[in-house]
């Protein structure tokens, strides 16, 4: 092949990928409107529910609060009497969160948590299961009507004999 033909080559490569990749940034997230990319999950700190905050009472130790929340994401060394919760998420498909759970302590007892607005472990996760609108969950209990046109269940057949079937052997004991 000639010198000019795979110098044109080349460079009519080289437009079609800076034409593609032109695309690909104006696009948001969306390469031709058809791909995708993957974006990474981020999830940082501890997740602490409503449920976890009712549960830690100021008096608790510090050794209490940590068996109830987990170790804390921020120990500052210039506040030692405080510990900081913070949690984020960002996961394709649902919204960014974001909370921040801050426990103060008087010497080694807890005296108070702010915590604002906390949801349920139930309203969590449904708040991250973005599989949840994508697919049909099944009912799992039957209706009185559902259960009356179920057939009545079959009597049980009696037992068999227990007696062992084949020969029978005998041993003589391991010492």
């Known amino acids: 092949m000639p010198f000019a033909v795979r110098y044109g080559l080349a460079a009519l490569s ?3 990928l800076a034409v593609l990749s032109g695309c690909a940034s104006s696009g948001g ?3 031709l409107g058809l791909i995708t990319p993957y974006r990474a999950e981020v ?3 501890n997740v602490i529910t409503a449920e976890m905050a009712r549960a830690v009472r100021p008096g608790m130790s510090r050794t209490q609060v ?3 929340l987990g170790s804390p994401l921020l120990t ?5 009497d405080r510990w900081d919760y913070i949690f984020t998420i960002r996961r394709q498909g649902t919204e960014p969160q974001q909370r921040r759970v801050t426990a103060y302590f008087d010497g080694d007892r807890l005296s108070r948590l702010d915590a604002g607005e906390l949801p349920s472990e139930e ?7 973005n599989f949840r609108k994508a697919r049909n969950t099944p009912t799992l209990q039957l209706t009185e009507e559902q259960l009356r046109a179920l057939p009545a269940p079959k009597p049980a057949a009696p037992p068999a004999s227990q007696a062992p079937e084949g020969p029978t052997r005998s041993y003589p004991p391991l010492e």
């Open 76 to 80: 500052d060394p210039f506040h030692a």
């Open 43 to 45: 999830v940082q700190g």
């Open 14 to 16: 080289l437009a079609a």
């Open 66 to 68: 940590r068996e109830i």
């Open 29 to 31: 997230d969306r390469v």
């Open 123 to 129: 309203a969590f996760v449904a708040s991250i299961d």
